[in-house]
């Protein structure tokens, strides 16, 4: 029915109940994003995909889940949303991050990811000093445009912040912002820790340019960022003879 909502009829009606989506979130949200695979991802899908459960009449019980005092039904409501990506769900998805409960904040932070945005972003910005590092890259790495991105990198922001933007940077092999990436690695004027984490973004980028970056820093003052550039160096150039075999 979704594949039909959105290739032909944006009239498909869904009979099916709340409280029907709720009981079973993994197969629903493996339905929803088997649906918008199949047609690309592009925003018409998502659109469409999101119209179909509105008509439906079931958006504001999945809405009203997230802030029931049932951990179960939040955690269900929050895979549905975040993978219909309902914009009304982030900031209900947003304070799930906040949520005492491990297991919560954990659905609560891959579903917001999943949802992206700007407002996702801030989201997660808001709260790096309580999310794990690792958590908020790949988070970030899902949820962050490219224009989000490169607001980033260019501005001044605390190092943990700034090593989980350079991190998410990595994790999307993303070549369009390596000069700004190296750069950063470059600047004896950043924190340690963040010119390190650049060297490392560098070495997941894979780029030939990393490479060429990395080299200038063989005589950096700094003997921690020299062994990360060393590293990233032998990273990028492994990457670049598979790619020619």
């Given at each position: 029915?979704?594949?039909?909502?959105?290739?032909?009829?944006?009239?498909?009606?869904?009979?099916?109940?709340?409280a029907e989506v709720l009981a079973?979130?993994?197969?629903?949200?493996?339905?929803?994003?088997?649906?918008?695979?199949?047609?690309?991802?592009?925003?018409?899908?998502?659109?469409?995909?999101?119209?179909?459960?509105?008509?439906?009449?079931?958006?504001?019980?999945?809405?009203?889940?997230?802030?029931?005092?049932?951990?179960?039904?939040?955690?269900?409501?929050?895979?549905?949303?975040?993978?219909?990506?309902?914009?009304?769900?982030?900031?209900?998805?947003?304070?799930?991050?906040?949520?005492?409960?491990?297991?919560?904040?954990?659905?609560?932070?891959?579903?917001?990811?999943?949802?992206?945005?700007?407002?996702?972003?801030?989201?997660?910005?808001?709260?790096?000093?309580?999310?794990?590092?690792?958590?908020?890259?790949?988070?970030?790495?899902?949820?962050?445009?490219?224009?989000d991105l490169e607001s980033l990198?260019?501005?001044?922001?605390?190092?943990?912040?700034?090593?989980?933007?350079?991190?998410?940077?990595?994790?999307?092999?993303?070549?369009?912002?390596?000069?700004?990436?190296?750069?950063?690695?470059?600047?004896?004027?950043?924190?340690?820790?963040?010119?390190?984490?650049?060297?490392?973004?560098?070495?997941?980028?894979?780029?030939?340019?990393?490479?060429?970056?990395?080299?200038?820093?063989?005589?950096?003052?700094?003997?921690?960022?020299?062994?990360?550039?060393?590293?990233?160096?032998m990273r990028i150039s492994a990457?670049?003879?598979?790619?020619?075999?």
């Open positions: 029915m979704l594949a039909t909502a959105i290739g032909s009829d944006p009239r498909v009606v869904l009979n099916v109940k709340s079973e979130p993994g197969p629903v949200t493996e339905v929803i994003s088997a649906a918008l695979e199949s047609a690309g991802n592009g925003l018409m899908a998502q659109l469409a995909v999101a119209d179909t459960f509105r008509r439906s009449g079931l958006e504001p019980d999945l809405l009203n889940s997230l802030a029931s005092p049932d951990p179960v039904l939040r955690m269900a409501g929050a895979r549905v949303c975040g993978a219909l990506r309902l914009p009304d769900a982030v900031p209900w998805l947003a304070d799930l991050l906040d949520e005492p409960s491990p297991a919560v904040r954990d659905v609560a932070i891959r579903s917001i990811a999943n949802a992206g945005g700007h407002r996702v972003v801030e989201a997660l910005l808001a709260r790096a000093d309580r999310l794990p590092m690792y958590r908020l890259a790949m988070a970030l790495a899902q949820a962050a445009s490219d224009i990198l260019r501005e001044a922001s605390p190092a943990k912040t700034m090593v989980a933007v350079l991190m998410a940077c990595g994790l999307r092999r993303d070549a369009l912002h390596g000069h700004l990436v190296v750069r950063m690695a470059q600047d004896r004027e950043c924190e340690t820790e963040i010119r390190v984490a650049a060297c490392r973004a560098l070495a997941m980028i894979g780029e030939p340019a990393g490479a060429d970056g990395m080299r200038l820093l063989a005589t950096d003052e700094d003997e921690t960022v020299r062994k990360a550039s060393v590293r990233a160096r990457a670049i003879r598979r790619r020619i075999a």
